[in-house]
């Protein structure tokens, strides 16, 4: 017999398997095949440990390994993933339709003769992208192809510039219809804890962050006028320019509607909706003369790149999840967190602080398939809102596209910047985002019904 507990080995096991996953991620292989490597390895570990060692942790091929054919059936015959894809095309048919140039141009002229007016644009286009599509790299680098050299032109410094294009594009991972609350409501399966009740949580955290953007610009500006010059040669505003505008927002603003409205007044599912805002996305690229057989192929060709990405995390993460509680990470985790002197908001603060640390160095969608699932149950155990703590886990994964150095915005938006602009200008740049989102993270954690208002009001309770 060994001489170590039950507890204790799998605590060695988890441990390792933990930071097995951490010193393959530097090989520079792809994360789905280092998570599901990760898996196998310890599969191996674990059957050799309890087969010749006499290790005291049942644990075999069958409860491991074994189950994930059965777990990747339920996923891919999810109802709730089908929505996937339909978002992805939805962002990048929207990105192909014209309406963020139309948006841009007509807004500028609105907003101009205001001082930071044309980055409080970027902010305001940025919003309604969000709301169209949850899709971080396409709005980041279309908000950085468009607006980066209007804000130069216009002399805005480079950091204002850059830090407002990276952290406007990454409000879309966060309002609705985000594909991150879509995986994190299929992660979760519970009736709590739907896509419905996600989306009305994060909504107005979502248009709390672009708030607090638009605040910070303007304040910024009017403390340093240098940083945000009014341009000399605005022209006047009349109705040439509000029609403009008008013309731009309408179209737009029906899309959110149709998607957003049929959801929360219960008309339609998500994944119905996601199928309406496909459907409207391409209305919009044909109102605008932008639909043609091309860009339907390209559409089609980067929504499976992109879907094709996010599954096989998903085959990996799968295996890695498996093989984990197979090893008795469940019990660890919990016990590692129940255990710790600070009560339940204490805990509390404690897991979104590793969820911000572990954005350094990792995509959302490692840390929303394998923590997430993890640290949810203790969390609900303690006593709080389930759809209020995702949504603040939802928060702080926000801030990890910003921090360096796997900030994942930052190298979206240095591919398509001026040469002029350094990487020190584009992390100088996200650094007072970077605050604004943590204070946002603050005032959702300290008033809860920012989170649960809409939802209660959506079901009466």
């Known amino acids: 017999m060994s001489r170590f507990s039950h507890v204790d080995i799998s605590t060695y096991f988890v441990i390792g398997m933990f930071l ?105 286009i940025g919003l309604l992208l969000a709301a169209s599509t949850g899709i971080i790299g396409a709005s980041v680098v279309l908000l950085g192809m468009l607006s980066i050299p209007v804000m130069m032109r216009a002399n805005y410094s480079k950091e204002l510039a850059v830090g407002t294009s990276c952290a406007t594009g990454t409000l879309g991972i966060l309002i609705p219809p985000s594909i991150m609350l879509v995986l994190m409501a299929d992660r979760l399966a519970t009736p709590e804890a739907s896509v419905g009740d996600l989306f009305m949580g994060a909504f107005i955290p979502g248009i709390m962050l672009g708030a607090m953007y638009v605040a910070y610009i303007l304040i910024a500006a009017a403390i340093k006028p240098s940083i945000a010059p009014v341009p000399e040669d605005q022209g006047k505003i009349d109705t040439r320019v509000i029609w403009g505008v008008v013309t731009a927002v309408v179209p737009t603003a029906f899309l959110i509607l149709a998607v957003l409205g049929s959801i929360f007044f219960g008309i339609a599912t998500p994944t119905e909706a996601s199928g309406v805002g496909a459907a409207g996305t391409m209305a919009l690229a044909a109102f605008n003369k932008r639909l043609n057989i091309r860009v339907i192929k390209e559409a089609i060709f980067a929504t499976t790149k992109t879907a094709s990405f996010i599954f096989a995390i998903f085959l990996g993460a799968t295996a890695f999840s498996v093989v984990l509680r197979g090893l008795g990470g469940d019990e660890v985790i919990e016990n590692a967190l129940t255990g710790l002197p600070f009560g339940p908001n204490g805990i509390l603060i404690v897991i979104l602080l590793i969820v911000f640390l572990l954005g350094f160095f990792l995509d959302w969608v490692e840390i929303t398939l394998i923590i997430l699932p993890l640290v949810a149950p203790v969390v609900q155990m303690l006593g709080f809102d389930l759809v209020w703590f995702t949504i603040l886990f939802a928060v702080c994964l926000q801030t990890s596209f910003l921090t360096p150095p796997v900030g994942f915005a930052l190298f979206y938006v240095k591919g398509v910047c001026p ?43």
């Open 419 to 461: 040469p002029e602009i350094k990487v020190t200008d584009i992390y100088r740049g996200v650094v007072p985002f970077i605050c604004i989102q943590i204070m946002g993270l603050i005032i959702v954690y300290k008033f809860p019904l920012i989170v649960t208002w809409l939802p209660s009001v959506a079901y009466g309770s």
């Open 20 to 124: 097995t996953f951490g010193t393959l991620l530097f090989t520079g292989y792809p994360v789905a095949w280092v998570l599901a490597g990760t898996a196998v390895v310890w599969t191996v570990i674990g059957i050799i440990s309890v087969d010749h060692f006499g290790v005291d942790i049942w644990f075999d091929w069958g409860s491991s390994i074994a189950l994930v054919p059965e777990r990747l059936w339920s996923l891919v015959s999810s109802e709730t993933l089908v929505a996937l894809p339909m978002f992805i095309f939805m962002g990048i048919m929207l990105d192909q339709s014209g309406v963020a140039e139309k948006l841009l141009d007509n807004m500028a002229k609105l907003f101009g003769r205001v001082r930071g007016g044309y980055a409080v644009t970027v902010v305001f």
